[in-house]
C-alpha cells in the first residue's frame, strides 16, 4: 500500500537541509512513538518490532517540492506557496493505514524544526505488475556491499550491483511469504539516455548520520518475475529502504512482442 501525503508550508520563505533523510527517517519513528496505541493494535507489526525501533518494511520517498533553490550553505530553499507531496510505501498494508491515521492526528509533517502542515492523504492503487516494467525513482537506489571488501557501496558499473538487487529482493519475497524462488531471470538496466542527458552524473552522495550514502537516481527498466516487482515496488529496491531509498513509480514502456 502507498499513501500520498500532499504538504504546504505554513510562512515563506523556508529552508531545510539538503541531506534531510535523516530528518524524515525520525519523523517517521517519532508519529509510531507518539501513536503507539495504533501500531500495537496489529499483532504482526508488534511481532516486527514495529515499538522497538525494529521494523523497516517500508520505504518513503525525497519531498516532491515544486519549485526552490539550492542555497551556498547546503538548504533547499522555497520561495513560493505551491503545494508538494511526500509518499510513504509498505507491503504490510496495516502498517500504512496506521501512519495515515498518525499523520491526520498530527496534521503535520516535521523535518527537524520546520513543520509543513498535512493538507491531504490519498491512497495510491498499485499498477499492474508485468515482467517487464520501466520504473522512475522517487528516492536513489543504494546497493550495500555486503561481505566484499572495499567501499560500503556498491556502483552500477560494478558486476555485482544488479545481482544484489535481485538477492535482496528475492530475500524481500522469502521474508514476506515464506516461498523461495529458486530460479529466476533478472535484468535490470538504467536508463542510458537518460544519464546521458545528465551529463553521465546520476550518482548522489547523502549523509545520513555519520554514513555517506553513494546512491543512485535514474529511471530503469526491470525484466523479472513481477511477483518481485511488485515487491521491489511497495517495499524499495536496494537497500537501507527505511532510510528513504529505493522508492520507485511505474512508467509507461512500449514492448515489442516477442517474435
Known amino acids: 500500500m502507498r499513501l500520498k501525503i500532499t504538504l504546504s508550508a505554513q510562512h515563506f520563505p523556508v529552508s531545510v537541509p539538503v541531506n534531510y533523510n ?4 525520525a519523523e517517521i519513528r517519532g508519529k509510531i512513538k507518539k501513536h503507539s496505541d495504533i501500531f500495537a493494535q496489529d499483532k504482526n507489526l508488534r511481532r516486527l518490532g514495529i515499538l522497538k525501533d525494529k521494523f ?20 533547499i530553499k522555497l520561495n513560493h506557496p ?7 510505501s509498505s507491503p504490510i498494508d496495516s502498517f500504512i493505514e496506521a501512519m495515515a491515521v498518525a499523520f491526520l492526528r498530527d496534521g503535520d509533517l516535521k523535518v527537524g524544526d520546520i513543520k509543513f502542515v498535512v493538507k491531504s492523504i490519498t491512497k495510491i492503487e498499485l499498477p499492474k505488475f508485468n515482467s517487464e516494467m520501466k520504473l ?13 571488501p572495499g567501499q560500503l557501496f556498491l556502483t552500477p558499473d560494478e558486476p555485482s550491483y ?27 538496466k538504467f536508463d542510458e539516455e537518460y544519464i546521458k542527458s545528465k551529463g553521465g552524473k546520476f550518482s ?8 555517506n550514502i553513494k546512491c543512485f537516481l ?25 532510510l528513504g531509498f529505493g522508492m520507485a513509480v511505474a512508467e509507461e514502456i512500449n514492448i515489442s512482442p516477442a517474435k
Open 56 to 75: 523497516k518494511v517500508y520505504t518513503f520517498s525525497f519531498l516532491r517540492f515544486k519549485n526552490f533553490i539550492i542555497t551556498d550553505d547546503a538548504k
Open 204 to 211: 548522489k552522495l547523502i549523509k545520513f548520520g555519520r554514513t
Open 162 to 188: 544488479f545481482e544484489r538487487i535481485k538477492e535482496d529482493l528475492l530475500s524481500k519475497f522469502n521474508f514476506l511469504y515464506g516461498e523461495k524462488i529458486e530460479a529466476i531471470d533478472f535484468e535490470m
Open 218 to 242: 535514474a529511471p530503469f527498466v526491470i525484466k523479472t518475475d513481477p511477483r518481485l516487482i511488485e515487491v521491489g515496488y511497495e517495499w524499495g529496491f536496494g537497500h537501507k529502504n527505511h
Open 22 to 25: 535523516h530528518l524524515l527517517y
Open 136 to 148: 522512475r525513482l522517487l528516492s536513489p537506489i543504494a546497493v550495500l556491499r555486503g561481505k566484499s
Open 82 to 88: 505551491d503545494d508538494f507531496n511526500f509518499f510513504i
